[in-house]
């Protein structure tokens, strides 16, 4: 299978401070990413669909000015919460299709985002 | 999207063979099939893939009926290890953009 990556794996920040998460295809060249938030005991939510060189599609109900979307290549996505609250705390999972991974999704391993 | 529904859990024994249901009613016929096994605090990880009747990989083999509106994983001998939660996703994996919408998977506990 695609081998998709994510940094940091966990992080944690005071309330009001913006965090950026990595999301990077490491074989193939990823012309989609997907963002996702999962809370604990819950199901995946996508938040927001990336391609590559345009702006992010968001999901009903999540804020864009607070969620940055950035795909600038076809191996990197980036995730930024901005001025971010404890309600934030989540865990992120992004996930990649495109090239030789064009038959389905893969997921990075998570980022765990605890907002004090 | 076509919605999926799937056992909320299910609890097994260790060497049993497990099979898990899942019902997608309103399939569309550029659909795919494809499962997910997630363990606490990781990334889904694909498990397989199908279109129609039986597919069958190191893991895991997934039956698809003709009319294709439910599909069974089934995972042989299972181990402590495969304690998970399963998702089961439908969809046009043909589009690039297609989303995958999540349901609530199968919580599957596997005991000694």
């Known amino acids: 299978g695609a081998v998709v990556s994510q940094h940091p794996s966990r992080v944690i920040c005071k309330s009001g401070t913006s965090v950026k998460i990595e999301c990077r295809s490491l074989?193939?060249?990823?012309?989609?990413m997907f963002w996702y938030r999962q809370f604990p005991k819950k199901s995946l939510m996508l938040m927001a669909t990336?391609?590559?060189?345009?702006?992010?599609?968001?999901e009903q109900g999540v804020e864009k000015d607070k969620f940055l979307i950035n795909h600038a290549s076809l191996t990197l996505s980036t995730l930024t919460v901005t001025s971010a609250h404890p309600e934030d705390s989540s865990f992120y999972i992004c996930?990649?299709?495109?090239?030789?991974?064009?038959?389905?999704?893969?997921f990075g391993p998570g980022t765990r985002l605890t907002v004090l | 999207l076509a919605k999926t529904t799937q056992p909320i859990s299910m609890d097994s024994y260790e060497g049993q063979e497990v099979n898990i249901t899942c019902s997608h009613n309103?399939?569309?016929?550029?659909?795919?099939i494809t499962w997910y096994q997630q363990f606490p605090s990781q990334g889904p990880r694909f498990i397989i893939q199908?279109?129609?009747t039986k597919v069958t990989n190191e893991v895991a083999s997934l039956f698809i009926p003709a009319d294709r509106k439910s599909s069974t994983l089934s995972l042989p001998r299972v181990s402590l290890s495969d304690t998970a939660v399963y998702y089961c996703?439908?969809?046009?994996?043909?589009?690039?953009?297609?989303?995958?919408?999540f349901g609530s998977g199968t919580r599957l506990l596997v005991r000694p």
């Open positions: 996930s990649a299709r495109g090239g030789r991974a064009a038959d389905t999704q893969y």
């Open positions: 074989d193939f060249q990823a012309t989609t």
């Open positions: 990336s391609n590559e060189g345009s702006k992010a599609t968001y």
């Open positions: 309103n399939i569309a016929t550029n659909d795919y």
């Open positions: 199908g279109y129609k």
């Open positions: 996703l439908v969809g046009d994996e043909g589009d690039s953009s297609y989303k995958l919408i």
